[in-house]
Structure formats: C-alpha cells, structure tokens
Nanobody
C-alpha cells in the first residue's frame, strides 16, 4: 500500500527554520515526482516545491525561492523541505504528494498529484 507520512512541523518565530520530512512506504520515491504543498485557512491548496523523478530537477513557487530547498534521500526513501527565513505568511498545513510522471519535469498544480500524506502544521508566529 502506497503511503506518505509528513513530519517536522511546529511553531517557529519569524526568521526561523524548520525541516519537513516526507517518508514513503510501498513505493520507491525516485520513480515519482514528489511535491510539497500548503493550505492556509480559507485559502486554496498551493504548490510550494517539487522534485522530479530520476533527474532530481527542482521547481519552486516564487514566494519561497531562495528560502526553501527541496531534497531527496534515495537510501531513506524520504524527501525533505528545508525552510529558512520563515514568515508569518508561511503558516499553513504542509502536505507532500506523489505523482506518476506524465511530464519530464515535475509541476506544481495539486491536481497533477495522485497520492497524498496527511499533512503537518507549520505555524510562524512571535
């Protein structure tokens, strides 16, 4: 059974850092595009970053470029999202998801993803 489990969320002050983890079971991550998404209260789910299958090419939404870094550890079958210089507007539930590759490079629209984790809360507040 394909499963994704996020961890690493929490409460952090503005300017702080967190590292989110997305651990997979039941499938091998590097054969799939893996994305990180977030959803704030009253807002639609948005794509934050993704890492492409095999090639490892990464994509970021403009609001996190230079602050967030996505990476993959194939040995641990885990994808990470390092989040630095966090802002209050980064507050949301963060989800990871997997997509059977339809394009060579991963994309950020959530409807391109087939399998989802349960999410982890990130709160940026002083």
């Amino acid at each position: 059974q394909l499963q994704l489990v996020e961890s690493g969320g929490g409460l952090v002050q503005p300017g702080g850092s967190l590292r989110l983890s997305c651990a997979a079971s039941g499938f091998t991550m590097h054969y799939y595009h893996i994305g990180w998404f977030r959803q704030a209260p009253g807002k639609e789910r948005e794509g934050v970053s993704c890492i492409s299958s095999s090639s490892g090419i990464t994509t970021y939404t403009d609001s996190v470029k230079g602050r967030f870094t996505i990476s993959r550890d194939n040995a641990k079958n885990t994808v990470y999202l390092q989040m630095n210089s966090l802002k209050p507007e980064d507050t949301a539930i963060y989800y990871c998801a997997a997509s059977t590759p339809r394009f060579r490079r991963c994309v950020l629209p959530p409807n391109e993803y087939d399998y989802w984790g349960q999410g982890t809360q990130v709160t940026v507040s002083s």
